[in-house]
C-alpha cells in the first residue's frame, strides 16, 4: 500500500510545481521577445506615419470667459436627456402600474430593453449620426443624449412602476373617498 502523502503519480513521474524551480531561458523564450518587440515598434512607428492625423472639429480656447459658454454646452445635452428619461418614465411607468393588460407587454419589454448594453449599439449609433449631420457636431451631441437616456430611463422607469405598484389599496380607496384632484392622487400614487 502506498503512503498518501507521497509525491509520486500513478505512472511513478514526479509532478511538477506551477511555481518550482526557474529554468533557463531557452530558444522559444528569445522568439516570443523578439515578436513582442517587433510588434511593440511597428505599433509605435506606425502610428506616426498614418493615413492622416485627426484633428478636432472645434478649436478650443482655454480662456476664463469662455468657461461659462462651455459649461453651458456641456450640461444643456445632459438636461435634455434627464428630462426626456423623467418624462419616459412617468408615462410608461404610470401605464404599467395601472393597465394590467399593458403591462404584460410593457414590463418584459422593457426588461428586454434594459439587458442590451449601451455600448453596444454605440459604434452603430455614432457613425449613423455622424453621416447624418457630417459637418456639424449635432450628431455626436445626439448620441450623447441618446446614450444618457438609455443609461437611466431604464432604472427610472423600474423604480417608478414598483412603487407605484407597492402602494396599498387602502391608500388609494381613501383618496378616492376624499376626491382628491389628478395632481393629488398623483402625489398620493
Given at each position: 500500500m502506498r503512503h498518501p502523502c507521497r509525491a509520486d503519480?500513478?505512472?511513478?513521474?514526479?509532478?511538477?510545481?506551477?511555481?518550482?524551480?526557474?529554468?533557463?531561458?531557452?530558444?522559444?523564450?528569445?522568439?516570443?521577445?523578439a515578436?513582442?518587440?517587433?510588434?511593440?515598434?511597428?505599433?509605435?512607428?506606425?502610428?506616426?506615419?498614418?493615413p492622416g492625423r485627426?484633428?478636432?472639429?472645434?478649436?478650443?480656447?482655454?480662456h476664463r470667459g469662455r468657461l461659462p459658454s462651455y459649461?453651458?454646452?456641456?450640461?444643456?445635452?445632459?438636461?435634455?436627456?434627464y428630462i426626456i428619461s423623467l418624462g419616459f418614465t412617468l408615462g410608461y411607468g404610470y401605464?404599467?402600474?395601472?393597465?394590467?393588460?399593458?403591462?404584460?407587454?410593457?414590463?418584459?419589454?422593457?426588461?428586454?430593453?434594459?439587458?442590451?448594453?449601451v455600448l453596444g449599439f454605440l459604434p452603430g449609433l455614432l457613425l449613423a449620426l455622424d453621416a447624418a449631420f457630417p459637418t456639424s457636431n449635432i450628431g455626436?451631441?445626439?448620441a450623447a443624449v441618446l446614450m444618457i437616456f438609455t443609461g437611466q430611463a431604464w432604472n427610472m422607469t423600474f423604480s417608478f412602476y414598483h412603487s407605484l405598484r407597492s402602494l396599498p389599496q387602502e391608500q388609494r380607496e381613501v383618496a378616492q373617498l376624499f376626491r382628491f384632484s389628478a395632481w393629488q392622487r398623483f402625489q398620493v400614487d
Open positions: 503519480t500513478e505512472y511513478g513521474a514526479r509532478p511538477r510545481a506551477l511555481l518550482g524551480p526557474a529554468r533557463r531561458p531557452g530558444w522559444i523564450d528569445a522568439l516570443v521577445l515578436g513582442l518587440s517587433a510588434c511593440y515598434w511597428d505599433c509605435s512607428t506606425s502610428a506616426d506615419s498614418g485627426i484633428a478636432p472639429a472645434s478649436k478650443s480656447t482655454y459649461t453651458f454646452y456641456s450640461l444643456v445635452p445632459r438636461l435634455i436627456a401605464w404599467a402600474a395601472h393597465d394590467r393588460r399593458a403591462e404584460r407587454v410593457l414590463i418584459p419589454l422593457l426588461d428586454i430593453l434594459q439587458s442590451i448594453p455626436l451631441e445626439l
